[in-house]
């Protein structure tokens, strides 16, 4: 998922954590005796609409109003939900869910089984036109119905009374996560289509079927609540009546609120001046990620230097990792070794899969620049310009952009560095329309297996931003995903073969495996932090 600041769900680590005392509420004084809660966000959240969203920041309200049919709990794993039992098939290619009775939507309406197919058949329906459509793959006619080769009724999701059976083309060993998965939550279809274009648009367009309701959002506005959900199936369990929401775009700013007692949590990662300032607080907790910040090349043709093999190869070669890690986090993150980053997941050994498919990227300036000079001669030119973007409400971004701009022309003589900062959601419109040379992405990962990395970059894939086409490394995929599905050993080694061949042709750049940590108040217990999915859930905070 989109991120500057992502992650959730995974096995691989999540805790359970607090978050900071409250003195002045965000509306108007220490409401509810001081137990509401107050989170903030770095960027305003984009929709509300669950097939449509794509960022963390959006995701994180969604999850938090939303529920699924399974959810995660605070070691990593998915629990039931919304389903009263989950059972598959030996063969792994169908899952039978029946749904808990008396389930109803925020309006007291019934939530049925019928809510969970519709919600599964929207995301894939080409007129959605949802970037997530292809976390059904795998599906009976998930990916002919999203080519438009086939019609949204003949997908395997289908309903009997309050049994809902999946039934898949293939094993997929993330089955039960995409069950928690925030883009898969229910949706009802007739709310849907009578608000039409404005639906989840703002808060009042929207229904909820989990722990919480949203209340004051416009669409626009960077200040709203979450009241408790009395027609969510476990409500007696949510002990917060009210979460109040602000978004914060500065972090110098978002640390001094927390500071106040107006803010709950808060990062302290976002540069390596806050960081030193705050990291000896007695609040200062670690928060786990599994998050690879990487670049981007636009290799469409659009920037001549970037169809270029060599060229690209010397901006790998370039790139000094380990110094830029040190620059932009204040030596918080570790250098990237490839796309899929630690704590994501397990090999078959029991190791951590980045350590295992590491391809062997490294800083190496004198070839850098001796293949720099052969791809210039390659083309007829002598130098080269190009524009790195990222995102301007993001300190760590502008410190990345000014690093790359620094060294890659210091080690490579004739190039010209532009840099380009602009909103996330203009970089995230930028990066889907290819409006980019070279373009800084961080992905978090929506659950603990290498599919959530490697589904990126197979060829047509949406998320393909730089639209590379790459044989091998498509081949590498399929197999783990279809041949080697159930061998996890043999879809280790596929795995490690996809990024020795994103290695090969220099097809992204990894830079860094994000590490966070953040401010948080110990007497707020019972949110979880995840690594993968959902970043923070807030069902069961309280604030003692």
């Given at each position: 998922?989109?991120?500057w600041?992502?992650v959730?769900i995974?096995a691989a680590?999540v805790?359970?954590v607090?978050?900071?005392t409250?003195?002045?509420g965000?509306?108007?004084?220490?409401?509810?005796?001081g137990k509401?809660?107050?989170?903030?966000l770095?960027?305003?959240i984009?929709?509300?609409d669950?097939?449509?969203?794509t960022?963390?920041?959006?995701?994180?309200?969604?999850g938090?109003?939303g529920?699924?049919?399974?959810?995660?709990?605070?070691k990593?794993k998915?629990q039931l939900?919304?389903a009263k039992?989950?059972k598959a098939?030996?063969d792994?290619?169908t899952?039978?869910v029946?749904?808990k009775?008396?389930?109803?939507?925020s309006?007291g309406?019934?939530?049925t089984?019928?809510?969970i197919?519709?919600t599964?058949q929207?995301?894939?329906?080409?007129?959605?036109?949802s970037?997530?459509?292809?976390l059904?793959?795998?599906?009976k006619?998930a990916?002919?119905?999203?080519a438009?080769k086939a019609?949204?009724n003949?997908?395997?999701?289908?309903?009997k009374g309050?049994?809902?059976t999946?039934q898949?083309?293939?094993?997929?060993?993330?089955?039960e996560y995409?069950l928690t998965?925030t883009?898969?939550?229910p949706q009802k279809e007739?709310?849907?289509?009578?608000?039409?274009?404005?639906?989840?648009?703002?808060?009042?367009?929207?229904?909820?079927?989990g722990?919480y309701k949203v209340q004051?959002w416009?669409?626009?506005?960077?200040?709203?609540?979450?009241?408790?959900?009395d027609?969510?199936?476990?409500?007696k369990?949510?002990?917060?009546?009210?979460?109040d929401v602000?978004v914060v775009?500065?972090p110098?700013?978002?640390?001094?609120?927390y500071?106040?007692g107006?803010i709950?949590r808060?990062?302290?990662a976002?540069?390596p001046e806050?960081?030193?300032?705050?990291?000896?607080?007695?609040?200062?907790v670690k928060a786990?990620?599994?998050t690879?910040a990487?670049?981007?090349y636009?290799?469409?043709?659009?920037?001549?230097?970037l169809?270029?093999a060599?060229?690209?190869e010397?901006?790998?070669?370039?790139?000094?990792?380990?110094?830029?890690?040190?620059?932009v986090?204040?030596g918080?993150?570790?250098?990237?070794s490839?796309?899929?980053?630690e704590d994501?997941?397990?090999?078959?050994s029991g190791?951590?899969l980045?350590?295992?498919v590491?391809p062997?990227y490294?800083?190496d300036?004198?070839?850098?620049?001796d293949?720099f000079?052969?791809?210039?001669?390659?083309l007829g030119?002598?130098?080269?310009?190009?524009?790195?973007?990222?995102?301007?409400?993001?300190?760590?971004a502008?410190?990345?952009?000014?690093y790359?701009?620094?060294?890659?022309e210091?080690?490579?003589?004739?190039?010209?560095?532009?840099?380009?900062?602009v909103p996330?959601?203009q970089r995230i419109?930028?990066?889907?329309t290819q409006?980019?040379?070279?373009?800084v992405?961080?992905w978090?990962?929506?659950?603990p297996?290498?599919?959530?990395?490697?589904?990126l970059?197979k060829?047509?894939a949406?998320?393909n931003?730089?639209?590379f086409?790459n044989?091998?490394?498509t081949?590498?995929v399929?197999?783990?995903?279809?041949?080697d599905?159930?061998?996890?050993?043999a879809r280790d080694?596929d795995?490690?073969?996809a990024?020795a061949?994103?290695f090969?042709?220099?097809?992204i750049?990894?830079?860094?495996f994000?590490s966070?940590?953040?401010?948080?108040?110990?007497?707020?217990?019972?949110?979880?932090?995840?690594?993968?999915g959902?970043?923070?859930d807030?069902k069961l905070?309280?604030k003692k």
């Amino acid at each position: 998922m989109e991120t500057w600041k992502k992650v959730a769900i995974g096995a691989a680590a999540v805790v359970v954590v607090g978050a900071g005392t409250r003195a002045a509420g965000l509306w108007g004084g220490s409401a509810n005796g001081g137990k509401n809660l107050s989170f903030q966000l770095p960027t305003p959240i984009q929709t509300l609409d669950i097939s449509k969203n794509t960022d963390t920041y959006s995701g994180t309200i969604i999850g938090n109003s939303g529920a699924n049919l399974m959810r995660v709990d605070s070691k990593g794993k998915p629990q039931l939900e919304l389903a009263k039992s989950v059972k598959a098939s030996k063969d792994g290619m169908t899952y039978t869910v029946v749904l808990k009775d008396g389930l109803k939507w925020s309006d007291g309406s019934k939530l049925t089984a019928q809510d969970i197919v519709y919600t599964w058949q929207r995301i894939v329906n080409p007129k959605t036109a949802s970037q997530y459509a292809y976390l059904a793959s795998g599906v009976k006619n998930a990916d002919q119905i999203s080519a438009g080769k086939a019609a949204v009724n003949t997908l395997g999701v289908t309903a009997k009374g309050n049994t809902i059976t999946f039934q898949l083309e293939r094993p997929l060993p993330q089955f039960e996560y995409l069950l928690t998965f925030t883009n898969f939550m229910p949706q009802k279809e007739s709310y849907v289509d009578k608000q039409g274009k404005k639906y989840a648009t703002n808060s009042d367009t929207t229904l909820y079927s989990g722990p919480y309701k949203v209340q004051g959002w416009n669409g626009t506005n960077n200040t709203f609540k979450m009241v408790k959900n009395d027609n969510y199936w476990d409500a007696k369990n949510v002990k917060t009546k009210e979460i109040d929401v602000q978004v914060v775009q500065k972090p110098d700013t978002a640390v001094q609120l927390y500071k106040q007692g107006k803010i709950d949590r808060v990062s302290i990662a976002n540069t390596p001046e806050l960081y030193k300032a705050n990291k000896n607080n007695k609040d200062a907790v670690k928060a786990p990620e599994a998050t690879t910040a990487f670049l981007e090349y636009n290799q469409t043709g659009k920037n001549k230097f970037l169809s270029n093999a060599k060229i690209r190869e010397a901006l790998n070669l370039a790139t000094n990792r380990k110094e830029l890690t040190d620059q932009v986090t204040s030596g918080i993150s570790t250098p990237a070794s490839g796309l899929v980053p630690e704590d994501l997941a397990k090999t078959s050994s029991g190791g951590d899969l980045a350590k295992y498919v590491a391809p062997g990227y490294t800083f190496d300036a004198k070839k850098a620049a001796d293949l720099f000079k052969e791809g210039l001669q390659e083309l007829g030119e002598k130098s080269a310009s190009l524009t790195i973007t990222s995102d301007a409400d993001s300190p760590a971004a502008k410190s990345t952009l000014d690093y790359l701009q620094g060294s890659w022309e210091k080690a490579l003589p004739g190039l010209k560095i532009n840099e380009k900062l602009v909103p996330f959601q203009q970089r995230i419109k930028d990066s889907q329309t290819q409006n980019f040379d070279v373009v800084v992405t961080l992905w978090g990962g929506d659950y603990p297996e290498g599919s959530t990395y490697y589904d990126l970059f197979k060829d047509g894939a949406s998320y393909n931003n730089g639209q590379f086409k790459n044989e091998t490394y498509t081949s590498a995929v399929k197999k783990a995903e279809t041949t080697d599905v159930l061998d996890q050993s043999a879809r280790d080694k596929d795995y490690k073969a996809a990024e020795a061949a994103l290695f090969k042709d220099s097809n992204i750049n990894p830079l860094y495996f994000r590490s966070g940590y953040s401010l948080q108040n110990p007497k707020v217990t019972g949110m979880v932090i995840n690594t993968t999915g959902l970043n923070q859930d807030w069902k069961l905070a309280v604030k003692k």
